[in-house]
């Protein structure tokens, strides 16, 4: 009996990530051993192949569920509701989490005084690609080919539930007899999903474990140390933001205990931190989100997908906090009218953000051309975004889940009253 809590999956995935920290520093310190390299490929192809069969269950995943959520709701009016809530729900607290990361990178400064970028000669060595404009970036959210969408490499999840979206609010105003079989036949795939993804998520510790041991074995911890302030302000800003922000909000709106939500959804928060992917652990998150009864298949259908997609809050907090830090590197002086264009521009990139590792990387692009700064100096944080990409993709996903219970509960007491 003393050892039941083994059988808990977020115990058992939290084993598995101190396992990976440990075997990959010691695979770090002991790199020019001849049999390192091939352990190295071990573990990258387990760490990879756990990450495939996550991705592989996510389009149909959230088409068929997102599909369900639309057209099984008893109106339009009832859609419109979640729909509008869950869009107010995006971007307040989207806002909120730039603004806490917009405050600690103010009051820490990390960049000041820092010799990151001459050490780096980012300007010789480094080029990004600039992105599409955000008016292009919102008009390739309307898919051409909604099948190309779900067969792209990596898949288009914004086409994709776009398309779902408007299929299913018009299969709401077809015929009930021509709707159902259709719907059956969705309902169907729902389940058959929803056993793959129980079995895939067993495996969740061992993935963890292959992921972790990759990255620490190749990373180590000296690329850390010019960035140790970088890394902090970055950390307690994303800390701040998970443990007393979003918390705070669910209170607020909820009346409940927050903390007792987040320990219940602590298997997808770690599965999030291991993969960098709130699209990889979105099974995952839906699954946790409905144990006990906390948010209906309903809400969690039409709530998760979307915000896997679109609710990027580690992401939007991430994006203030380097673009400035490198401005600061840079000894470039960001005037509050700047940082309100950060403010602005990192909502919108992060709504456009793909659920995919180092996505906010790229789409960063955006924000430091909006405040006149180089684009390759992105080189100099390149080296520990992976490692921020996992707690800002942890903070993805419990904004995503405190948004559905927050809407769950607003739902249930528009019903009771």
């Given at each position: 009996?003393?050892?039941a ?5 977020h ?52 088409a ?32 909120i ?31 990004v ?47 009930a ?22 079995a ?27 960035l ?30 927050p ?29 946790c ?40 590197v ?39 051309e ?12 390149w ?35």
């Amino acid at each position: 009996m003393k050892t039941a809590w083994l059988k808990e999956l977020h115990w058992q995935i939290g084993i598995g990530l101190l396992l990976g920290i440990v075997s990959g520093l010691y695979l770090h310190a002991h790199v020019m051993n001849p049999i390192v390299a091939p352990l190295l490929q071990f573990f990258e192809f387990g760490g990879e192949f756990f990450i495939r069969l996550l991705k592989m269950v996510v389009v149909p995943l959230v088409a068929s569920s997102l599909f369900i959520g639309i057209a099984g709701v008893n109106s339009s009016k009832e859609l419109g509701t979640i729909g509008i809530q869950t869009a107010v729900y995006f971007i307040f607290s989207s806002l909120i989490a730039i603004l806490v990361g917009l405050i600690f990178v103010n009051l820490i400064q990390p960049g000041v005084g820092s010799t990151l970028a001459e050490s780096l000669n980012y300007n010789d060595n480094f080029a990004v690609k600039k992105p599409e404009s955000l008016l292009k970036s919102f008009l390739t959210m309307v898919p051409e080919n909604p099948i190309g969408s779900m067969a792209a490499v990596p898949f288009d999840m914004l086409g994709l539930i776009f398309f779902v979206v408007i299929f299913g609010i018009f299969a709401m105003k077809v015929e009930a007899s021509v709707r159902k079989p259709i719907f059956d036949f969705v309902f169907a795939i729902s389940e058959i999903m929803t056993k793959m993804v129980g079995a895939i998520i067993k495996l969740a510790p061992i993935g963890v474990f292959f992921l972790v041991t990759k990255l620490v074995s190749t990373v180590g911890v000296d690329v850390f140390i010019p960035l140790l302030w970088y890394l902090l302000t970055v950390s307690l800003a994303l800390l701040a933001h998970m443990f007393l922000v979003l918390p705070g909000i669910i209170f607020i709106f909820t009346k409940q205990n927050p903390y007792k939500y987040l320990k219940q959804m602590s298997p997808a928060l770690l599965t999030a931190f291991s993969t960098a992917s709130s699209a990889a652990t979105l099974a995952l998150t839906m699954k946790c989100s409905q144990i006990n009864n906390r948010v209906s298949e309903k809400v969690s259908s039409l709530v998760l997908p979307l915000g896997a997609t679109i609710n990027m809050d580690g992401t939007a907090l991430y994006e203030g906090v380097a673009v400035i830090f490198i401005a600061q590197v840079l000894g470039h002086e960001v005037t509050l009218f700047q940082q309100f264009i950060v403010l602005i521009t990192a909502l919108l990139v992060s709504i456009g953000a793909a659920g995919i590792p180092h996505a906010g990387l790229v789409m960063m692009v955006i924000i430091l051309e909006a405040i006149g700064l180089p684009v390759e100096a992105t080189a100099m944080i390149w080296a520990v975004d992976r490692v921020v990409d996992m707690g800002r993709t942890a903070v993805n996903v419990w904004s995503d889940s405190a948004g559905a219970l927050i809407i769950e509960n607003s739902i249930r007491g528009n019903e009771d009253n």
